[in-house]
């Protein structure tokens, strides 16, 4: 067996002898695999369909229009005809930050005004995180109320290039305080607002938010990577009808390949078309947007949609569990796939649980949490998800299972105990009874 094949192996077993828990991370079918080594990945198509720079683009045209209108007709499907009819897709953006990054190139100028949400509440970095050294930090000058305005290092492109202010939640309860928000977009006036981040568990009002962005006259983008597959099941609300802009990725709870997909208004499909190619990319990846077609495809069914109700019965199931045992869960439970426990007050560190739970085979990840007063690579949170053990078969009976064993590890760690009895076992015999798909 040469070196790839033997790593494609052991990978292989690593995900089948372990259950992963980060939420946005997924399994698909073989036929998703299927599509992304299969011989789309030789063409080379810069262009649209029927407007190629390249011959022997007719497949491939009849495969990205195809997908195309796939991903309006699954993501919009919980909304009116109206809205339905109102939307338009590029499937050949790379990634979610790529993604958002075309979505700001099509209608900002450099120096426009972007109102994001904070990273360290759970926004995304791409929303233009950017920070200052503790030596470097004038917290009177950067943060005020719920309102972040960014530090010297640049970390993101985009707070380069764009003016980034970002809202934090509500101190008491974590969650947005929508009037709040409100009035920092009065006082900032923003060009464009964006919703969405990767560890916030409730769902978003975009009905708030759109009256927010229409009284400052800022378009509306809603970031949603995390939820897309929740948003196809119908299992959270679907920001269609409110937002003139939508991303998200295609490889978290929708279950498709590592990829993205942006979408539009109908008036703003040409900018949106131009600033993907030729404003930043070049030619697309067939392959992936085969693959992400395929997904569409699974996504379409009764059977997704048990699928993404389930994740979020599975999550609010470990989220009340862990409450239960006495855990402090950020906002008392979640609305959708994740769950963010605070453990630093416990005396526990988000690393150490995380890392001591990889050890007994539950993958998990350290994180922020709001008002976080730790670091990003000493966080004192962790943050769980549900889509990939429901994909395995899980349902609630297995979920307070591995409930169980997470609070275990979580007592010990907190009494200083090292001795972990047989939960390497418990998770083995979990693995061994909910496989793999396919
Ligand atoms: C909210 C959000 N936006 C954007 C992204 C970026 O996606 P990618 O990793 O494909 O660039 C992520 C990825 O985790 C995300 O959670």
Redesign the pocket.
């Known amino acids: 067996m040469n070196k790839i094949k033997e790593l494609i192996q052991k990978e292989y077993d690593r995900q089948h002898n372990t259950l992963g828990m980060i939420p946005?991370e997924n399994y698909t079918s073989k036929e998703v695999r299927e599509a992304v080594g299969s011989v789309f990945m030789h063409k080379y198509s810069e262009g649209y369909p029927a407007a190629r720079y390249y011959e022997g683009n007719e497949v491939i045209d009849e495969l990205e229009s195809f997908v195309r209108d796939m991903a309006v007709k699954v993501m919009t499907k919980h909304d009116s005809k109206e809205v339905q009819n109102n939307w338009h897709a590029n499937v050949q953006v790379?990634?979610?930050?790529?993604?958002?990054l075309a979505v700001y190139t099509s209608i900002l100028e450099p120096g426009d005004k972007i109102l994001s949400m904070y990273l360290p509440d759970g926004?995304?970095?791409?929303?233009g995180w950017s920070y200052s050294s503790k030596k470097d930090r004038d917290d009177s000058l950067e943060s005020e109320g719920i309102a972040y305005k960014g530090g010297k290092k640049k970390v993101n492109f985009t707070s380069k290039v764009f003016d980034i202010v970002q809202y934090k939640t509500d101190p008491s309860t974590f969650v947005f305080d929508y009037d709040e928000i409100e009035k920092l977009a009065i006082q900032e006036k923003p060009k464009l607002i964006i919703t969405?981040?990767?560890a916030y568990p409730r769902d978003i009002d975009y009905k708030r938010m759109r009256e927010i962005a229409d009284k400052v006259g800022a378009y509306y983008h809603a970031?949603?990577?995390?939820e897309a597959g929740l948003i196809a099941g119908g299992a959270v609300p679907s920001p269609f009808k409110y937002a003139d802009f939508v991303?998200?990725?295609t490889?978290?709870t929708l279950r498709g390949p590592?990829?993205?997909v942006a979408m539009c208004k109908r008036e703003f499909a040409k900018k949106l078309d131009r600033a993907v190619f030729p404003g930043l990319q070049g030619g697309p990846f067939n392959h992936t947007i085969a693959g992400v077609g395929q997904a569409l495809i699974e996504a379409d069914t009764k059977e997704f949609q048990d699928y993404a109700n389930q994740v979020v019965k599975n999550a609010q199931i470990l989220a009340e569990e862990l409450v239960n045992a006495g855990l402090n869960v950020i906002t008392g439970g979640t609305d959708k796939h994740l769950v963010l426990v605070e453990v630093l007050s416990a005396g526990v560190s988000g690393a150490d649980f995380a890392s001591k739970l990889a050890e007994i085979g539950i993958i998990a990840n350290k994180n922020t949490v709001p008002y976080e007063k730790g670091s990003p690579v000493d966080p004192s949170g962790l943050r769980l998800g549900t889509p990939i053990l429901t994909t395995r078969g899980m349902k609630e009976d297995a979920i307070k299972e591995v409930a169980e064993i997470i609070v275990e590890v979580f007592n010990m760690l907190k009494n200083n105990e090292d001795q972990y009895g047989d939960l390497r076992l418990k998770v083995d015999g979990l693995c061994q009874k909910y496989k793999l798909p396919n």
Not at 94 to 100: H, I, R
Not at 123 to 127: A, D, R
Not at 223 to 226: F, I, S
Request: proline residues 0%.
């Open positions: 946005s790379l990634s979610g930050s790529a993604a958002n926004g995304h970095l791409s929303h969405g981040g990767t970031d949603v990577a995390h991303t998200f990725t490889h978290k590592k990829g993205a």
